[in-house]
């Protein structure tokens, strides 16, 4: 079904409407006649009487005409009831603005349940339960279906928010400084109507440009996924984010499960999905502001006109910070400036004209930038002198943006004195920022869109693997307690997917580990061999640098005293691998989305460095390229101080075929490669050390 009865609705009910002033059943029906519904409304109550002049009916099903939307504003146990009536006068869509639902325990979950399920069955849609409305301000419909007091000012910005408060935080910031929105919607509970529904439908609408989105959780996330990414690639979807993931609490003991951590489910989701994450409103409101009225920067070169130098500096370094690049003005530009502007005026990028700039100044400066080829986007800085025409100016921009092709911010450093100056600047759409970093900032992260829409697809890389021989392992492991599968089968398993590891043999007593280790040659590392022992060398379990026999015997007879009474105990010698970085991949399940991927500096001090990066399985080769320059420390993996680069296409696959074996084998929960030598030779990039665990 489309979702035209709720946004679009030809006639609303209020169920539950008031007399009294202060109830959400009086505010509903105050709110759509204040702000002009194009169509009918119908108080129903069953005391009767008029409210605001209307007539109040008893019952919904006594309306004469046609319901399409009906709010429903009732104690929360005869919700039920009052829905039925509303599906038998032929209501499309309820919205539930009662709370007493699943939001306050297991009874209130039961009856939301009981709710769904009798929507389902009568054919009828809701919205909610617990929820604020929805509001559209085409001029056609008006529909202010919300008990709240933000204003309504028409644009193109779309809010479609889960928490009714941080809906409204938004909503309001918009109406209080004239942006113009389109739709609203906050749908609490979305127990029926969900978020990838309300998303899509956003998506096509015309008028919608960007959509601001606000989720403290996701029910279907692939289904979010979905359609999320299909929508972004169209127009930017700015989100926030709040509330912890349930991984976050999930019990873990691996590396990769351990850094997962806080909220890197919802990360990865954006991600894949092209979705701009925010960690703050401000900059995600002030983001929205400018995708409403401008277009997505073609690139990442920035152009700085101003009447005043010290602000552009502050510009310049923060467009700078964020890796958007101030360029050199073209001759050509600096020709018609050095013939132009007066002598004192700084004809570079930015360009600074002083105090006394004139419109015409203005108009010069602003149209070379406007034709350079090699700008892509452009900050008019402008303070507001006493001494200079500021509205001939303001005029003069605004002449120019009505035909510029190119993505304009300003930036008025001045008071309420100046009004109508900067009111001709917004009315030409050119969005308006106080502070120069604010500016700087909304461009890169308009830019950071742009790259995200421009990726190229990327599909995910498969090597020929023995899946089948994985899926025995699998079945037949026998797992302890604590869901760790034994080294030599992580061993098969590794093999099995063609993911290379160092030498190894293992033993159980020192006479067959000798010709082990003289067969790889020494030096050798000895180790501990439990599934007991999950972090070795925390309790003493990993003993380096063994030169000779002596040594290796010495080495074992540490590690027996240490650990012989585990039960399942083996001895592993390994060659000691000399040169290149300690990196970590690893592996986590994440339910119905699959598993995360991760990747950064490795070794013992994972945790300590906390230098990671994750993608959602599968990944594609330029995901795991991303990877790899996505850590802090990868100026290491380049080759840092005069030591060659490591191996990248090696480390690349490693990635990738990790990717393949945890989306073959969902059972799967957590892996780690841990370390594996990242080396500048290809055949010597190995892993050294893995652990698994799966849940069946
Ligand atoms: P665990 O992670 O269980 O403590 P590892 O096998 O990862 O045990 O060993 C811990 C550290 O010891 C590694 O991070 C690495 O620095 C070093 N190490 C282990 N095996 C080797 C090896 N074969 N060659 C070189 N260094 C090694
Ligand atoms: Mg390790």
Request: aromatic fraction near 6%.
């Amino acid at each position: 079904m489309s979702l035209d009865p709720l946004f679009k609705p030809r006639s609303v009910a209020i169920i539950g409407a008031s007399a009294r002033p202060y109830t959400i059943g009086h505010r509903i029906l105050t709110n759509l006649m204040e702000h002009g519904f194009t169509g009918p409304l119908f108080p129903v109550n069953p005391k009767g009487g008029t409210i605001h002049n209307l007539m109040v009916y008893r019952s919904i099903i006594e309306i004469p005409s046609e319901v399409d939307l009906a709010h429903i504003i009732v104690k929360n146990t005869l919700v039920k009831p009052v829905l039925v009536d509303c599906a038998e006068k032929g209501v499309r869509v309820a919205i539930v603005n009662t709370s007493g639902f699943s939001e306050t325990g297991p009874e209130g979950l039961a009856l939301e349940e009981e709710l769904v399920a009798t929507a389902r069955e009568l054919g009828i849609r809701v919205f909610g339960p617990n929820c604020q409305g929805v509001m559209n301000t085409d001029p056609a419909v008006s529909l202010y279906s919300n008990f709240t007091f933000a204003r309504m000012v028409p644009g193109h910005i779309s809010i479609l928010a889960q928490g009714g408060g941080v809906a409204e935080i938004i909503n309001n910031y918009f109406g209080m400084n004239e942006i113009g929105t389109r739709m609203y919607a906050s749908n609490g509970n979305a127990s029926d109507i969900s978020i990838p529904e309300i998303l899509a439908y956003y998506g096509d609408d015309p008028e919608t440009r960007v959509i601001v989105l606000h989720v403290e959780s996701f029910r279907r996330p692939a289904r979010f996924l979905e359609v999320a990414r299909e929508v972004a690639h169209r127009k930017p979807i700015l989100a926030l984010k709040s509330g912890y993931t349930e991984e976050g609490a999930r019990a873990v003991s691996s590396h990769t499960g351990g850094m997962m951590g806080r909220d890197t489910t919802s990360d990865i989701l954006f991600e894949r999905a092209g979705v701009l994450r925010f960690n703050d409103l401000t900059s995600l409101c002030e983001t929205a502001k400018a995708f409403e009225c401008q277009p997505v920067p073609r690139g990442p070169r920035v152009g700085i006109v101003t009447n005043a130098g010290s602000p552009a500096i502050v510009a310049t370094d923060e467009v700078v910070r964020y890796g958007l690049v101030i360029p050199p003005l073209s001759d050509r530009s600096a020709d018609v400036l050095r013939e132009k502007l007066k002598g004192f005026a700084a004809v570079s990028n930015p360009i600074d004209m002083a105090a006394t700039a004139s419109a015409e100044e203005y108009g010069v400066s602003f149209k070379a930038l406007l034709d350079d080829e090699g700008i892509d986007s452009v900050i008019v800085c402008f303070i507001t002198p006493f001494f200079v025409d500021t509205e001939a100016i303001a005029r003069e921009i605004a002449r120019l943006a009505a035909e510029a092709e190119k993505t304009l911010l300003c930036v008025a450093m001045t008071n309420e004195n100046w009004k109508d100056t900067v009111d001709i600047v917004k009315k030409a759409g050119v969005p308006v920022y106080y502070f120069p970093e604010a500016a700087s900032q909304v461009l890169y992260q308009m830019e950071r869109y742009r790259r995200l829409r421009d990726r190229p697809p990327g599909e995910p890389k498969s090597y020929p693997a023995e899946r089948e021989a994985v899926d025995r392992i699998l079945a037949e492991a026998t797992i302890m307690e604590n869901g760790f599968l034994s080294g030599p089968d992580v061993n098969r398993i590794l093999d099995a997917y063609g993911i290379p590891r160092v030498r190894e043999g293992t033993a159980g007593n020192f006479e067959q580990l000798r010709p082990l280790a003289a067969g790889m040659g020494y030096p050798v590392v000895l180790k501990v061999m439990s599934r007991e022992v999950v972090h070795k060398s925390d309790s003493g379990g990993v003993l380096l640098d063994i030169k000779d026999d002596p040594e290796l015997k010495e080495a074992f007879d540490t590690l027996h005293d240490r650990f012989g009474g585990l039960a399942d105990v083996r001895y592993t010698v390994q060659e000691q691998v000399s040169g290149g970085v300690e990196v970590i991949v690893g592996a986590a399940g994440i339910g119905e989305l699959g598993h995360s991927i991760m990747f950064g500096l490795g070794g013992i001090f994972v945790e300590t460095l906390e230098d990671v990066t994750f993608r959602l399985a599968p990944i594609s080769e330029a995901d795991a390229g991303a990877m790899l320059d996505g850590i802090k420390a990868s100026g290491i993996l380049k080759g840092a101080r005069g030591r060659p680069p490591v191996n990248r296409e090696a480390l690349v696959e490693i990635l990738l075929r990790t990717s393949n074996l945890v989306a073959a084998h969902p059972a799967i929960a957590e892996l780690d490669l841990n370390p594996v030598f990242a080396h500048p030779e290809r055949d010597r990039t190995r892993v050294v050390d893995a652990r698994i665990r799966i849940e069946r």
